[in-house]
């Protein structure tokens, strides 16, 4: 893919230096940094549909957690510690894998369970990397926890985009049997799905998203756009097509804008916090609408 | 295609340290209306998620399917509380059992006319926009019978399927559940409403842990049995 990226990023810098596009374009991690968003937002975006209907909103957060304890791994058996991929998605699978195992063997709801495995992937994951920082002289907390968009490698963006491939080609023809399976297990197991099996499928994706854009956006980011634009897009949709869709919206235009905004405008705010705020000031507008206008108001209890 | 016939032999349920089921054993007939009554918490609904294959039972359970090809299973079960969280609609949920293509995208044409059909059925294609957390007790009802006709059921299970519904929506399902009847399905239901097993019913069984009584109904529910259930109904029968 290097080549198109390197295409792309010579026509934009190209159509930038001719004033026809805005000057931000010249910078080739900015392009990366764009190219990045208009794939992460739909594609955590539609996902975070998916992550509220299954009342697992911080699941995302404890693989984000976890993957602090695969970068350590990585760089103790000598992965490179700026894209310790191999033991990232090694160690947050089986780390997923566990916590779904778990689930239902324990008399737990979902999100209890999360909250323990969140902590538990916090805890280690802190401590291993403190470990390990002191060692290769760097800050890899930082960096896993808030990502850093506009240092973004062909490799990353390759990485993105087989996991967003992968989402499409396996998420998207299930999405109907997750769905239900979160509404009603019984009645979807009489209606041929196999509800374990689907369960452990979207665990492994969510894990695989996470990862990917770990690098990218960092894993408080992650649980961000997860979330709120998901949030922001309930407060005034009636139907699923319309949540699914606002909520994709939503997340664009705040990753785009988050990193977009500040530069074209000289704002000293980094990148990964102008998209949660810009995520936020969506769901404050929708929460206001949705309170002030008649039309949308529901029952409140 | 007519219905299967059901074959359940030495039936047991132990959930914890709890003995729901012990040794039951009866068989439905193919195409047949068959009732399932008792006492509450008496195993009926457990019997009916292990025919299902949803319960860690022992024991055999037979289908014997027309032709040997396994048809289509249809599930009404009991009155469950619908998702608040995501604006989901009549429509979104029926598409959602309709279609393996994703409900946020436009239906296919034949799934619609399915949904369609179904809705019309039960009376629901003019609140069809309606979200699933604003629905009443009979609309939900109402819901979950038309999810159970698509596709066209070959065994039809009902958990109770009319608790909440108005006396109109009474008539109706046992308008709907005798035309799928009529035209071969074989109808499981899980009843409490004994004036009615008595009216529809071609076969009973009495479920209060083990098998107190199987047969047809006419035979079988008889007025000893009425008053035996009535008699009971201070100590945990419903009726």
Known sequence: ?301 | MPGPAIHVDNLSLQLGAHRVLASIQFSIAAGSLHCFIGPNGGGKTSTARCLLGQMPHTGTIRFEWFNGNKGNIGYVPQLIEMERTLPLTIDNFMTVISQDKPAFMSPKKEAKAAIDHALDRVGLTAKRSLMLGSLSGGERQRLLFAQALIPNPDLLVLDEPMTSLDEGGSRLFEQLIGELNREGTTVLWINHDLDQVARLADNITVIDKVVLAHGPTATTLTADMQRGVFHSQDNGWAV
């Open chain 1, 1 to 301: 893919m290097t080549p198109f990226y390197t295409w792309l990023r010579e026509t934009l810098m190209a159509l930038s230096d001719a004033g026809i596009m805005p000057s931000i374009f010249f910078y080739e991690f900015v392009v990366n940094a764009l190219l990045c968003s208009i794939v992460i937002g739909p594609l955590l975006g539609c996902v975070g549909t998916m992550i509220v209907a299954k009342r697992m909103a911080f699941f995302s957060q404890a693989i984000g957690n976890a993957a602090l304890t695969g970068v350590a791994i990585g760089v103790l058996i000598g992965e490179s510690y700026t894209a310790p991929y191999v033991s990232m998605f090694s160690f947050c699978l089986l780390f997923g894998i566990v916590l779904n195992y778990t689930k239902p063997r324990t008399r737990m709801s979902a999100d209890a369970l999360i909250g323990v495995f969140l902590s538990i992937s916090l805890a280690v994951g802190a401590s291993l990397v403190l470990y390990v920082s002191a060692r290769v002289n760097t800050h890899i907390l930082e960096s896993v926890m808030f990502g850093s968009i506009l240092t973004v490698s062909d490799l990353d963006m390759n990485v993105l985009l087989v996991v967003t491939i992968i989402t499409l080609v396996v998420g998207l023809p299930l999405y109907n049997k997750m769905l239900l399976g979160s509404l009603n297990p019984s009645l979807a197991q009489v209606r041929g799905v196999n509800v374990q099996a689907i369960e452990y499928i979207f665990i492994v994706l969510v894990t695989l998203i996470t990862v990917a854009c770990v690098k990218i956006i960092g894993a408080v980011l992650v649980e961000a756009l997860l979330l709120i634009p998901a949030a922001a897009a309930r407060n005034l949709c009636r139907s699923l097509r319309s949540f699914v869709w606002t909520t994709m919206a939503l997340a664009t235009l705040s990753c785009v804008g988050g990193i977009w905004i500040p530069m074209q405008w000289d704002i000293p705010v980094p990148s990964g916090g102008a998209i949660v705020m810009l995520a936020a000031i969506f769901f404050i507008l929708t929460t206001v609408i949705r309170n002030v206008v008649p039309g949308f108001r529901e029952a409140k209890l």
